[in-house]
């Protein structure tokens, strides 16, 4: 099964905004219900968040009352903090929107080390839908797509599927994803840029989603670290940040704490 229902409600629910440029060829079939933690700013306190609310209308979606509402270093401070209470909150308000908009099937983020908030958005999807089949008795299907890797690596994933865009479609995606890394300039262009110069734009014509399992292992960054913890090493020596966010001594606390698991 893919995350492609019909008559059904979805949610796409994101850390940040312009992840859905990953999936726009799903979206703009699906039409979902977008749901973006953070407003993209990152140290700049340029905040993106209205590109992505252009995008997602022109594709047919629409966005909830959840939507960019906390800036990217204020989340990155919460996870610095251990402010249970701050995600405590956002795992309510996603799950009151998931109850009142009667969602049926959620894709969104997956864990690959990259970015924290990446890695804690699927933790609170995870949580979250854990929660409602618990109370509930709903069972939502729970898919996940790749952020870093390229979408076809996503084929080796235990259910995978894949919603694969026609020429036109194709041609469509390229131009909003232009648009919005030219508008959105700094890291996203550059990132947009050598992934076209890398892979072609034949790279768009596929996106690959998989039920929910990468926060099942996250005993990986135990062993070896994330690259979040490594970049934010550089980060704070360029000055950007006072602190690293470190996996053990931050994440895995909360993401413990957020699944009602004991940390010892």
């Given at each position: 099964m893919c995350p492609t229902?019909?008559?059904?409600?979805?949610a796409l629910i994101l850390s940040h905004p312009?992840?859905?440029?990953?999936?726009?060829?799903?979206?703009?079939?699906?039409?979902?219900?977008?749901?973006?933690?953070?407003?993209?700013?990152?140290?700049?306190?340029?905040?993106?968040?209205a590109l992505s609310r252009k995008v997602?209308?022109?594709?047919?979606?629409?966005?909830?009352?959840?939507?960019?509402?906390?800036?990217?270093?204020?989340?990155?401070?919460?996870?610095?903090?251990?402010?249970?209470?701050?995600?405590?909150?956002l795992q309510q308000e996603i799950r009151a929107i998931l109850i009142e908009h009667q969602i049926e099937v959620v894709a969104g983020d997956s864990v690959e080390g990259y970015n924290p908030s990446h890695d804690l958005?699927?933790?609170?999807?995870?949580?979250?839908?854990?929660?409602?089949?618990?109370?509930?008795?709903?069972s939502l299907p729970n898919f996940e797509f790749p952020l870093v890797e390229p979408p076809a690596t996503w084929s080796e994933h235990v259910g995978a599927c894949c919603h694969r865009l026609s020429a036109a479609e194709q041609e469509w995606k390229l131009d909003r994803i232009q648009n919005y890394a030219r508008e959105a300039g700094g890291t996203?262009?550059?990132?947009?840029?050598?992934?076209?110069?890398r892979f072609g734009t034949g790279i768009l014509g596929e996106e690959w989603f998989s039920?929910?399992?990468?926060?099942?292992?996250?005993?990986?960054?135990?062993?070896?670290?994330?690259f979040y913890e490594r970049h934010g090493a550089q980060q704070v020596a360029a000055g950007y940040y006072q602190r690293a966010i470190e996996f053990r001594q931050h994440m895995l606390p909360?993401?413990?704490?957020?699944?009602?698991?004991?940390?010892?």
């Open positions: 229902p019909i008559d059904a409600t979805a312009g992840h859905e440029l990953r999936v726009l060829g799903w979206m703009r079939k699906v039409k979902p219900l977008v749901i973006i933690l953070t407003d993209g700013s990152g140290h700049t306190q340029q905040p993106r968040i997602i209308e022109e594709a047919g979606g629409s966005t909830a009352s959840l939507f960019g509402n906390v800036t990217d270093q204020r989340f990155y401070r919460a996870i610095l903090e251990q402010d249970l209470s701050f995600f405590e909150q958005c699927r933790c609170l999807i995870d949580s979250i839908l854990t929660d409602l089949e618990q109370t509930t008795g709903r996203l262009l550059e990132e947009v840029e050598a992934m076209l110069s039920p929910s399992t990468s926060a099942l292992n996250l005993s990986r960054f135990e062993v070896s670290p994330p909360l993401i413990h704490a957020l699944r009602g698991e004991n940390s010892a």
